[in-house]
């Protein structure tokens, strides 16, 4: 009894959608980047974006935290929804959002602050710690959910441009964590590292997916098929197929996948 409570439980949470995606659309001027795309995202999974360079797979992820704002030629259509409430409703403070959605980019990119000060950013902007001891807290737990809180406890008054690219990206990560999103997108984040900061990063990703939804965009399959349990195959532009990743890279149903995956196209 108490394992089958077990298996409905971990059937109802593998089940909650996050994000669904309706009759997406995105234009960079005359340029239609992203064509029609649906799709539901869960909570508590890694859902991993694969696909030829320049397919629209970043794009598509920009459009989850409303990145593309930033770009004076995007224009979004459809609907994406967060928890059922629309993203791009003109009520939404893109900010707020952001908070929810976390982002880590492709290179490591801290601040140029101390360590402590590149965690603290975010709870401090939107007033998440009510002191000093909340904050330290926040930064402290930042830090050990990143999986860098060792290496780091002892210099966290030194610049965080001062760590190791890997430590660099875990330090993004645990800035990108410490408002406390629902959704982290990852875009290509271990492409500037070696292999040894990869397995680290990948360890993490494996670990943070107990608390959020994470999005990864890779031009690794091996990644993708590693440390994902959803894949999107984008193609010029399409979402051609999308299933659970050991579906994807055994059995998939398009033959455009099964080429990108055979490596004839990419």
Excluded at 4 to 33: E, F, L, P, W
Aim: hydrophobic share 35%; charged share 25%; net charge negative.
């Amino acid at each position: 009894m108490e394992d089958m409570i077990h298996v409905d439980r971990a059937m109802s949470t593998q089940q909650d959608i996050k994000i669904k995606a309706k009759g997406v659309q995105v234009y960079y001027g005359d340029n239609h980047a992203i064509k029609d795309v649906d799709v539901d995202i869960d909570d508590k999974t890694v859902t991993a974006f694969i696909g030829p360079s320049g397919c629209g797979k970043s794009t598509f992820l920009r459009c989850i935290n409303r990145m593309n704002d930033t770009i004076e030629s995007a224009r979004v259509e459809g609907d994406i929804l967060l928890d059922g409430e629309d993203i791009y409703d003109p009520k939404v403070d893109p900010v707020q959002l952001r908070a929810k959605v976390g982002m880590v980019f492709q290179k490591p990119n801290p601040f140029p602050k101390s360590i402590y000060d590149n965690v603290a950013y975010g709870p401090r902007i939107h007033g998440l710690a009510r002191n000093k001891a909340d904050l330290d807290e926040i930064v402290e737990k930042s830090l050990r959910r990143a999986a860098i809180w060792d290496e780091a406890k002892d210099r966290l008054a030194a610049p965080g441009t001062g760590l190791s690219g890997g430590q660099q990206q875990r330090l993004c990560i645990a800035r990108a964590i410490a408002t406390q999103p629902e959704v982290l997108l990852m875009d290509e984040p271990c492409s500037a590292l070696d292999p040894i900061a990869t397995a680290q990063v990948e360890e993490l990703i494996d670990e943070l997916r107990q608390s959020f939804s994470l999005v990864i965009v890779t031009h690794s399959m091996q990644q993708a098929a590693r440390v994902s349990q959803k894949t999107a195959f984008f193609h010029l532009g399409n979402l051609v197929e999308f299933d659970d990743t050991d579906k994807i890279f055994t059995n998939p149903q398009d033959p455009r996948t099964e080429s990108y995956i055979s490596g004839r196209i990419g």
